[in-house]
């Protein structure tokens, strides 16, 4: 899963698994409670504190791993890998929604940071061009799009998305209009040094 800096992480896990920890910088444990040999629940909430990747892990626990001989019950693990990213893609370049139908001129290298409200779709066909570097929220999460892109290739073409609601996924769907969001990108290959 993929956390925004400042973003809190809860989990709910059954009594019979070990409490929680984070040896990551980017993920710093707020409160915990339960968890093998409690009896109870185990509840753990985190907080992104810093960007980087993780894996959140544990593995359950019983009284007869104990004992002599243990048990043959088997253990059971959970594990999570965690992408935290900045709050707000702070690329060289910014477009936010009012950058509708304007033209961007990249440099290989440069990065282009993009931020939509939640009703945009996550960006799913993008020219090769341009790599995507990290992308978070958008319909249909709820949270803001907030993507990341790297220049990596000479190339012009239309960086495109549109809105969603879940009404256009019913059945019968709703009339509820599509609001497109298009952006003229040219990638271009820095000039030579002299």
């Known amino acids: 899963m993929t956390l925004v800096l ?3 992480l809860g989990v709910s896990l059954p009594s019979s698994y ?16 339960g968890g093998y040999p409690t009896g109870q629940p185990l509840t753990a909430l985190f907080r992104a504190v810093g960007t980087g990747s993780l894996d959140l892990s544990t593995v359950s ?3 007869c791993f104990h ?8 253990v059971l693990q959970w594990t999570v890998h965690v992408n935290v990213v900045p ?14 139908r304007t ?10 940071g993009v931020s939509l409200p939640a009703n945009y779709r996550p960006f799913t066909s993008v020219n090769p061009a341009l790599a995507l570097v990290w992308t978070t929220g958008g319909y249909p999460t709820g949270q803001p799009l907030r993507v990341l892109f790297r220049a990596v290739g000479g190339a012009s073409f239309d960086l495109y998305t549109q809105t969603d609601m879940a009404c256009n996924h019913d059945p ?16 271009l290959y820095p000039p030579p040094s002299r």
Request: glycine letters at 6%; one cysteine or more.
């Open 6 to 8: 400042g973003q809190t």
């Open 172 to 187: 019968t769907p709703c009339p509820g209009p599509y609001q497109p969001w298009t952006v003229r990108i040219n990638t």
């Open 61 to 63: 626990d019983d009284p």
């Open 18 to 33: 070990l409490p929680l920890t984070s040896t990551s910088p980017a993920l710093t444990l707020v409160s915990s409670s």
């Open 103 to 112: 033209t961007v001129n990249l440099v290989i290298g440069q990065t282009l």
């Open 87 to 100: 709050a707000s893609p702070a690329g060289d370049v910014n477009l936010t929604q009012a950058a509708n």
């Open 67 to 74: 004992t002599t001989p243990p048990c043959a019950r088997p």
